[in-house]
């Protein structure tokens, strides 16, 4: 139906209402398998019981009426050699008989006497009816006036109604051949029988001749009103027993699959608790059977289980302890060592050129030594959930202006020009200033540094409750599959390059984590040619859970928006536009800032995308594994403390990846 059709609206109100009631049947029906099993078996049950029933019933219904008919013909038979007899022997008796050889040649007077002495013989176990030859139940002639036969009308015994009770179809029969036929049919009484309601009979007839040698029809009616009485007898006593079986059949279905499905629950609950960290929950065991040992091998399995998560635990303890112990105790000797350097920097002019470019190597190894020992102190403090946050409500255009004043002299080295869009109204959020600017600050040096000389857009907007920080750049971009290992510790484009330029490989990972201290997401785009995007989105306020950005991932410059923006505008599809050429600024339009500053979008899933979310919270020492195993965080290399040093050997070995 139409949706502009005039019964589609009703319609689809009438679906809604009968379907919401039924919602939780099917849900339960579904998620049961007890019930399912249950109601099969009962289905099953049901359909084995009626058919078994039908049977039967059937068979039982054959053999009383074929009983009945051997009988009934039996005694129709005697009967009629019965009638016969007397028809072929009058009365010759004399005396005070004399007057019978009168009454026998009277017709209607003998046929009278005859049924009556047939039927009472009967004792109501069959009924006589007399019927003239003919289909009107006398004589061929006129109704009421002479006859050809001595027998006239139709007569009966008990109350029976003759021309009622015996169907013509039989009489046709009779008619028109000899011997003996029979059919089923009703008994109907006369008004002289009272009420009595019509009986299930048998019909057994045959021609005959009377005294005179006329024919007439002799019909012995039998009711089968005992037959039925013993047949609904046996319908009930099949019917009940048939309910009791399919109930005992559904309670024993009930017992047995409950047995089965208990211990298959209970395995999903712990299973569930295990999954939710509770690793000392075990099955319990009772018996030898098979479920029993189901249940020891799911308890051996949860002990192996946990005792391979605390080993790991353990490892992951000492990796970390170790980790902390050596950057600790590196910063003793590292002190040393920058004093000594820090002379020996100053008096370089005093040296050869070759001694004088070692002391500068020396200086600037040692900052990013000195950059990699903090960075490795803060992972762990990440991982230990030892990591603080100390939010304020702060104006993240502050915070972005302190960024770009401290990447300015980076970006004038490399040719590239900072643009800020956004920043004409406030950006307030409820968030830690020092680790805001941590992460603004590696995402503004990581895109100068990858920009290749292009333009570096950073934007701002607020909408909804959540305000969000993009950084773009028209480098080299990011290859399919790298927008998430990015943020791996230690991760690079180029495995086979030393990392001789950057920071030390744990920038974008420390980022991740300051983002998801906030409660907040930051996540990378790219594409091969095209740049690059990392997007920061923060609550408003501390305690309110994000639902989206403000700010689009994939930025409107895209190739693929671009194309898509091409192909609306000419009518027709158009292939995406080549990447500009290598070594030339991309000045691409930036999108206008009402694209940005909306309503929320409808953002992808952000649990499948780095920074998820969900916050850093206080936690045991040993439970610090957890979170890094759960990490989809990858890393790219900040140059927050890139110096001249460091921009020289840039020069000398080439440009590192990521």
Do not use: C
């Amino acid at each position: 139906m139409a949706d502009g059709a005039p019964g589609g609206p009703v319609l689809r109100l009438f679906v809604r209402l009968v379907r919401r009631p039924l919602l939780p049947a099917v849900r339960l029906w579904r998620r049961n398998i007890q019930l399912r099993v249950v109601a099969a078996t009962l289905l099953m049950s049901l359909a084995v019981v009626l058919s078994l029933g039908f049977v039967v019933i059937a068979q039982v219904s054959k053999g009383l009426l074929d009983a009945k008919e051997e009988a009934a013909q039996s005694q129709a038979a005697g009967g009629f050699a019965v009638a016969q007899e007397k028809a072929n022997t009058p009365s010759t008796v004399d005396g005070p008989d004399a007057t019978d050889n009168k009454v026998g040649r009277d017709a209607s007077t003998w046929m009278n006497s005859l049924v009556k002495q047939l039927a009472s013989g009967g004792q109501t176990a069959f009924e006589v009816v007399a019927l003239g030859a003919g289909p009107g139940g006398q004589s061929e002639g006129q109704p009421g006036g002479p006859t050809v036969s001595g027998v006239k009308g139709a007569r009966a015994s008990g109350n029976v109604d003759p021309t009622a009770s015996v169907p013509p179809r039989l009489r046709r029969e009779v008619n028109h051949a000899t011997g003996t036929f029979k059919t089923f049919s009703q008994i109907k009484y006369t008004a002289g029988a009272g009420d009595k309601a019509p009986e299930p009979a048998l019909v057994v007839g045959k021609r005959l001749t009377d005294i005179n040698g006329d024919p007439y029809d002799l019909y012995y009616l039998f009711p089968l009103t005992q037959e039925e009485e013993s047949l609904n007898l046996i319908k009930v006593t099949i019917a009940t027993a048939g309910v009791f079986v399919v109930v005992l059949l559904g309670a024993i279905a009930w017992l047995v699959v409950r047995q089965v499905v208990t211990p298959v629950r209970m395995a999903a609950g712990i299973a569930e608790r295990l999954s939710a960290g509770r690793l000392q929950e075990r099955m319990k065991v009772t018996g030898e059977d098979d479920i029993a040992r189901l249940g020891e091998a799911f308890n051996k399995m949860a002990q192996n289980l946990q005792l391979k998560i605390q080993q790991l635990e353990d490892l992951s303890r000492m990796q970390r302890r170790f980790v902390s112990d050596v950057s600790h105790e590196l910063r003793t000797p590292l002190t040393t060592v920058r004093m000594a350097a820090d002379v020996i920097h100053d008096a370089r002019v005093d040296f050869d050129p070759i001694t004088a470019r070692s002391a500068e190597l020396l200086a600037g190894q040692l900052d990013r030594f000195e950059s990699l020992l903090a960075d490795l102190l803060e992972i762990s403090r990440f991982d230990a959930g030892a990591a603080a946050l100390e939010a304020e409500p702060i104006d993240l255009r502050e915070v972005v202006r302190r960024v770009i004043d401290g990447a300015e002299p980076l970006a004038e080295h490399k040719g590239t020009r900072i643009r800020v869009l956004g920043d004409t109204q406030p950006v307030i959020a409820e968030a830690d200033s020092r680790r805001v600017e941590r992460v603004l600050r590696n995402l503004v040096v990581n895109a100068v540094e990858h920009g290749e000389g292009r333009d570096v857009v950073v934007r701002l907007a607020s909408a909804g409750g959540a305000v969000a920080v993009a950084v773009r750049d028209y480098g080299v971009g990011l290859k399919p599959g790298e927008a998430t290992r990015v943020f791996n510790r230690f991760w690079r484009a180029d495995p086979a390059r030393a990392r001789t330029t950057g920071g030390t490989g744990l920038g974008l990972s420390i980022a991740v984590e300051d983002a998801r201290l906030h409660g907040g997401w930051l996540q990378a785009w790219g594409e091969p040619g095209g740049g690059s995007q990392f997007r920061l989105t923060l609550p408003r306020t501390a305690d309110e859970p994000l639902r989206g950005s403000p700010i689009p991932l994939e930025p409107e410059d895209s190739r693929a928006n671009r194309a898509r923006a091409a192909a609306d505008a000419a009518g027709a599809v158009t292939p995406p536009q080549a990447p500009p050429a290598p070594g030339r600024p991309d000045r691409s339009p930036i999108p206008p800032r009402s694209a940005v500053a909306g309503a929320l979008p409808v953002p992808a899933d952000p649990t499948a995308l780095p920074g998820n979310g969900s916050r850093v919270v206080a936690r045991p020492a040993d439970q610090a594994a957890d979170r890094a195993a759960a990490d989809q965080a990858a890393d790219r290399a900040p140059a927050d403390r890139a110096g001249a040093a460091d921009q020289a050997a840039a020069q000398e070995d080439g440009a590192g990846g990521r």
